[in-house]
C-alpha cells in the first residue's frame, strides 16, 4: 500500500478544488499516482455534475460586464440552488468570468455560448460549469444571457442588489440619463419599450375584457367605445416604457424625459433572478425526519 502523505493531499486539493477525504480517498485507490488520482477525481465529479443537472436551480444572481467605451455590454442570470451558494466566492468568480466572455464572443444563445472557450483557461463555458458543479455540490446553470450594442450611441446598465439587472441601448442623452432609465425599468418592469411593442392578442384580449365590462354599464354604444379607448390607453400606459411615468418625477413620463433630452431608447433588456421557474417548496423540518427514519 502506497505511503499518502499530507504533501501528496495538499497537492491534489490545489489542483482540484476538492475536500481533504475527497483527495486521500482517490490517492489511496490510484496507489499514490497523483495524476491517476486527477483524472479519477474529475471523472467523478463530471459524473456527479451529470447527476445534478436536474435540479432546480432557481436561486442566483444578475452579473453585467460593459466594454471600457460604454457602446457595449452583456447581461447574464447565473443561477444556484441556494441563496447560499450564489454569495460564495467561487460562484461569483465563475460568475463574472462568464459573463466577461459573453461580452467578448459571437455567441446570440446559451447553447453558443457554453460552446465558447474561455481565453484565459482554454475550457469552454460548458466545461468550466461542470467543474463548478462538481467542486460546490449545488446544479449551477447560465440560464440567460444578452448584449447590447449602441454603435451611434451608448449601452447604459444598472444593478438593483445581485437580483435585477437592466440594459439600455440609449441615442442621445448621456450616462447620467440612461443610467436613470435603466434604474426606472427596474422599478416599474415595463413589458416593451412603446405600444409597437406590444403584442396585438394581448391588446385584442384585454379590449374584450374592458367592452364586457363597459357593456354591463348599459351605457350608449358610443360612450361605451369612447369608455374602452381610454381604457386601453391607459392600459398601454402602464405596460409601456415610454408611456409610464418616470420614477423620479412622476408628473412627466419617460417620453417626455427623453423628448427633453434629445434621446431615445432603442433596446432594453430587464432580467430578474428566478423569473418564471418553478420553485419547489420544501419543509426542511420532514426532510430531517425523512433522512433519519432511512438511517
Known amino acids: 500500500m502506497a505511503n499518502i502523505t499530507a504533501g501528496m493531499v495538499k497537492e491534489l486539493r490545489e489542483r482540484t478544488g476538492s475536500g481533504m477525504m475527497e483527495c486521500k480517498k482517490a490517492l489511496t485507490e490510484t496507489q499514490g499516482d497523483l495524476e491517476a488520482a486527477v483524472e479519477l477525481m474529475r471523472k467523478a465529479g463530471l459524473a456527479k455534475a451529470d447527476k445534478k443537472s436536474g435540479r432546480t436551480a432557481a436561486e442566483g444572481a444578475i452579473f453585467i460586464r460593459a466594454s471600457a467605451d460604454g457602446k457595449s455590454a452583456a447581461i447574464v442570470e447565473v443561477n444556484s440552488e441556494t441563496d447560499f451558494v450564489a454569495k460564495g466566492d467561487d460562484f461569483i468568480a465563475f460568475a463574472n468570468l462568464i459573463t466577461e466572455t459573453a461580452l467578448n464572443s459571437a455567441a446570440t444563445t446559451v447553447e453558443e455560448l457554453l460552446a465558447v472557450e474561455i481565453p484565459s483557461t ?9 467543474a463548478m458543479v462538481a467542486k460546490i455540490g449545488e446544479n449551477i446553470a447560465v440560464r440567460r444571457f444578452h448584449r447590447l450594442t449602441a454603435p451611434n450611441g451608448l449601452v447604459a446598465s444598472y444593478l438593483h442588489g445581485s437580483r435585477i439587472g437592466v440594459l439600455v441601448e440609449l441615442t442621445g442623452g448621456d450616462a447620467e440619463l440612461g443610467k436613470d432609465i435603466a434604474m426606472h425599468i427596474a422599478a416599474s418592469k415595463p413589458a416593451c419599450v412603446d405600444e409597437s411593442g406590444v403584442d396585438a392578442d394581448l391588446i385584442a384580449s384585454e379590449k374584450a375584457i374592458f367592452s364586457a365590462q363597459a357593456e354591463a354599464s348599459g351605457k350608449p354604444a358610443n360612450v361605451i367605445e369612447k369608455m374602452v379607448e381610454g381604457r386601453i390607453k391607459k392600459f398601454l400606459g402602464e ?20 423628448a427633453d433630452k434629445g434621446a431615445k431608447v432603442e433596446h432594453f433588456v ?9 420553485k419547489v417548496e420544501s419543509n426542511f423540518a420532514e426532510e430531517v425526519m425523512a433522512q433519519v427514519r432511512a438511517s
Open 122 to 130: 482554454g475550457a469552454t463555458v460548458e466545461a468550466t460549469r461542470r
Open 239 to 258: 405596460i409601456t416604457l415610454l408611456g409610464q411615468p418616470f420614477v423620479k418625477d412622476p408628473d412627466q413620463t419617460v417620453a417626455k424625459l427623453l
Open 270 to 278: 430587464r432580467l430578474e433572478v428566478g423569473e418564471g421557474i418553478e
